[in-house]
C-alpha cells in the first residue's frame, strides 16, 4: 500500500514534468534537453528559498527560474541559430554551475528542521495526515497547470505556437513571429519542468545537484506512454495523457524495482528501455498491419 501510495504522488509530480515535455517535443517538435538543468534549478531554487524561510514563494521563483532557462534557450536556438539539442546542451551545461552556486557550492541541501510547503498545508489542515497532504498537494498542482494548459492552446497565442510546430514555413508567410512563439513555448515547457523539481525538492526534503540526470527520459516515457493508452486526438487529451503516462511510468519503474530483478541503480536503463518500446509500438503495429495487408493480398492472388 505504501508503495502505491508513493507511485501515486511522484506520478503527480513528474507529471507536470510530462507536460513540459510534451509541449517542447510534440506541440514544438523540438528535442529540448534543457530539461536537465531546468529540473534541478527549480529543485536548487525551492530548496534554498525553503532553507531561507520562504517556502511558498520557493516554488513561485524556481517557476520563474525555470521559464528564464527556458528563453535562454529560445534565444539561443532563434536569435543566434544555433541547432535545437545544442542549444539544449549548452544551457543545461552553463544551469550546472548556476545550480551549484544558488546550493551554496554542496552538492546536496537538506530541508530537514525548515518549514516546506508540505509541512504548512499540514499545518493549516490538522485533520489530513502526512500521507494525505504529500498526495493532495502534488494533485491540486497537476490539475491546476494541466487547466490553464488547456485553456492556454485555445487562445490564439496557443494557437499560434501549435501552428508554429505544426507548419512553421506556413506560420511564418502568415506574418506571426515565429521566434517569438518559440521562444514563449520554450518558457511554459521548462517553467512546468521546474515546477516539478520545486514541488519534489520540499515533498522529499532536499535538493541534489545530480537530480535532473536523465530526467528528459522520464519525461518523455511518461508522455510516450501516455499516448499510447490514450492516443493522439487533441492536445488536450494529449496534456491529460502525459499526467495519466507519469503514473503508469511510476506504477512500471516500482513494480521493476521491487520485484528483485532490477537492483536500485538500474532506474535509468530501465527508463530507458520503457522509452524504446513505448516509442517503437507505432512501427511494431504498423509492421503487423502491413504484414497482414500482405497475407490478404496474396490469399486474394
Known sequence: MTLLIGSIQLGFIYGLLALGIYISFRILNIPDLTADGSFTLGLSVSAAMAVSGHPFPGILAAIIAGAAAGSVTGLLQTKLGIHPILAGILTMSGLYSINLYILGSRSNLSLIGNETVFSLVQGALPMMDKEQIKTLIPLVCCIAVTGFLIYFFKTHLGLCIRATGNNEDMVRT??????????????????????????????????DIS???????????????????????????????????????????????????????????????????????????????????????????
Open 174 to 207: 502568415s506574418s506571426i513571429n515565429v521566434d517569438a512563439m518559440k521562444i514563449t513555448a520554450m518558457c511554459i515547457s521548462n517553467a512546468c519542468v521546474a515546477f516539478a523539481g520545486a514541488v519534489l525538492a520540499q515533498y522529499q526534503g532536499y535538493a
Open 211 to 301: 537530480s535532473g540526470i536523465g530526467i528528459l527520459v522520464v519525461g518523455l516515457a511518461s508522455a510516450i506512454i501516455g499516448e499510447a493508452v490514450v492516443g493522439r486526438r487533441s492536445v488536450a487529451l494529449g496534456l491529460v495523457s502525459a499526467v495519466l503516462g507519469s503514473l503508469i511510468y511510476r506504477f512500471i519503474v516500482a513494480a521493476a524495482l521491487t520485484s528483485n530483478i532490477f537492483p536500485a541503480y538500474t532506474l535509468r536503463i530501465v527508463s530507458a528501455v520503457i522509452v524504446v518500446i513505448a516509442l517503437s509500438i507505432p512501427a511494431v503495429k504498423n509492421r503487423i498491419q502491413l504484414n497482414a495487408m500482405r497475407k490478404r493480398a496474396q490469399r486474394d492472388a
